[in-house]
């Protein structure tokens, strides 16, 4: 699946959120807009830290990134990213690199459904 | 009598009339919004947030001005964990602080709590309504602690003076009396004696003599073994009778500002030793302003559980105490001038004297900002309609 394929059901608990917001979809839209707007400095922190094989940095990206999630409701992305919060071990980094890719993967679909959602289609 | 150190302090009751402040530490600004969000929506006006994304924006704020409860993300760039517990403690010690954090790990809320946490949360698994209860709980909580410290502290404090008193003024009666013995023979000599040459001495001895009765005078007030008749007396009546000493002492380079209640304030008191108690403090004033400054004396009734009772303030805008020279101003010759300047008794002299009264003394000092130092009386209060 590709970031094209996601809508805001497919990606977060549309309706805990909505409850959440208490139907508010301005509100909703002020904070989607914040998200986008956030999103490439979190995706960027995650992958910067990949490569240089930091640990805590990853952790501490991660945990940020789970933060967001949860406050979107957004359950795949919370759950990838308390999997890269609490790995122990990476190994020779494969693994690693692995997890972030999916958790990468899960914030595009993320962003782009709520870029969608912003844009009224 | 009960001694109060006052410090700076949440003003936490059931009944409260302002909204709870809310220092909310999180760099991550998606989550500040959400929470802010959830604060609007749901906190009505019981709360007022404010956020801020680095610790060092926190800790300026949580040194300079009161907050009620800390909302504290642990994870934040510049510090992570109990690093960020303890940095905000150390800045705000008697402030709430309730963690809120993504981190569902029991063992980190154990030790966040063995930490002096009220509470750790988990975002996402805590609702709104759980939070704002969570806030208000750990207000209480706190507040509690605090109460319990500050009892234990005072309750050390006067045991501590009531020690010293009972030494000081043992020794002062003791030494008193033999003083009147010697200044007894003096005035013996000074009458029966034809010789110049002693009678010089003998004056001498009495003016000695005259001094250091003087002062176990002071060291006996301070142990409550000197003790006047207390009358029905006007409090305002006193420091109007004492305003142009007052104004005198203090010179013209700071400013006596009277607020005396526009009626008769009663107390039962020696009033001598009241003006005595009145002058010290005023010098104690003197002193901390050190240029020019503001004196402010003040009568007022307070209201203490459901009693009336008479309050005299006198607050200067000088140098202040630090904590550690506040927990030692009413022992005696504790001075922070040098026992060469000064006795360091007039302070354990107005503890003494509000000792007799059964009154009590609060002390509030800000370093750099002022002193105040209040002493409420028991019993008699203003009589309705009196003027």
Redesign the interface.
């Given at each position: 699946m590709n970031a094209g394929d996601s809508r805001l059901s497919d990606v977060m608990d549309f309706v805990l959120l909505s409850e959440?917001?208490?139907g508010?979809m301005e509100?909703l839209r002020d904070?989607a807009a914040?998200?986008i707007k956030?999103y490439p400095v979190q995706l960027e922190r995650l992958q910067s830290a990949v490569l240089s094989s930091d640990i805590p940095r990853i952790q501490?990206a991660a945990?940020?990134i789970?933060?967001?999630a949860?406050?979107?409701?957004a359950a795949p992305a919370?759950e990838l990213a308390r999997e890269l919060?609490g790995a122990n071990d990476f190994g020779d980094g494969t693994e690693i690199s692995k997890m972030a890719g999916r958790l990468s993967d899960e914030l595009r679909r993320l962003h782009f459904a709520l870029e969608q959602f912003c844009s009224g289609s | 009598m009960t001694l109060r150190m006052i410090e700076h302090r949440a003003n936490s009751d059931g009944n409260r009339s302002r909204p709870i402040q809310v220092l909310l530490i999180e760099?991550?600004?998606?989550?500040a919004?959400?929470l802010d969000?959830?604060f609007q929506?749901r906190g009505e006006s019981r709360f007022l947030l404010e956020t801020v994304q680095r610790l060092d924006e926190a800790e300026k704020i949580l040194r300079t001005r009161h907050v009620d409860v800390i909302l504290l993300?642990l994870?934040l760039?510049e510090s992570?964990g109990l690093e960020t517990l303890s940095a905000v403690r150390s800045a705000a010690p008697d402030t709430p602080v309730v963690v809120l954090?993504?981190?569902n790990d029991e063992e980190l809320a154990l030790q966040a709590l063995k930490h002096g946490a009220q509470d750790y949360l988990t975002?996402?698994v805590v609702d709104s309504h759980l939070l704002f209860r969570a806030m208000r709980y750990a207000i209480e909580r706190k507040q509690v602690e605090v109460d319990k410290r500050l009892l234990e502290e005072r309750s050390i404090q006067m045991h501590k003076l009531e020690a010293l008193g009972t030494l000081a003024g043992g020794v002062a009666h003791n030494f008193n009396n033999m003083l009147m013995a010697i200044l007894g023979h003096t005035h013996l000599l000074l009458e029966m004696s034809g010789d110049e040459d002693v009678k010089r001495h003998a004056a001498a001895i009495k003016k000695s003599g005259e001094r250091a009765s003087a002062l176990t005078r002071q060291l006996l007030m301070f142990g409550h073994r000197e003790t006047g008749d207390l009358v029905p007396v006007d409090l305002n009546k006193i420091v109007r009778d004492s305003e142009e000493l007052i104004r005198s002492v203090v010179g013209s380079e700071i400013a006596a500002q009277f607020d005396l209640m526009p009626r008769v304030v009663r107390i039962k008191a020696d009033p001598i030793q009241i003006q005595h108690m009145i002058m010290s403090l005023v010098l104690n004033a003197r002193h901390a302003i050190r240029s020019s400054g503001l004196l402010v004396i003040r009568t007022e009734l307070v209201e203490t559980g459901n009693q009336t009772h008479a309050q005299l303030t006198i607050a200067d805008n000088g140098c202040g105490m630090s904590p550690e020279t506040r927990e030692h101003i009413f022992e005696p010759f504790f001075t922070t001038r040098g026992l060469a300047v000064a006795a360091g008794l007039g302070l354990s002299t107005v503890y003494g004297i509000v000792s007799q009264h059964a009154a009590r003394i609060d002390v509030e000092s800000v370093l750099g900002k002022g002193t105040s130092f209040s002493i409420t009386f028991p019993g008699l209060t203003t009589p309705a309609g009196a003027a």
């Open positions: 959440r917001l208490e508010d509100l904070l914040l998200y956030e501490r945990h940020k789970k933060g967001t949860t406050s979107f409701a919370v919060v | 760099d991550n600004i998606i989550d919004r959400f969000v959830d929506k993300d994870f760039e992570q954090t993504s981190l975002k996402g």
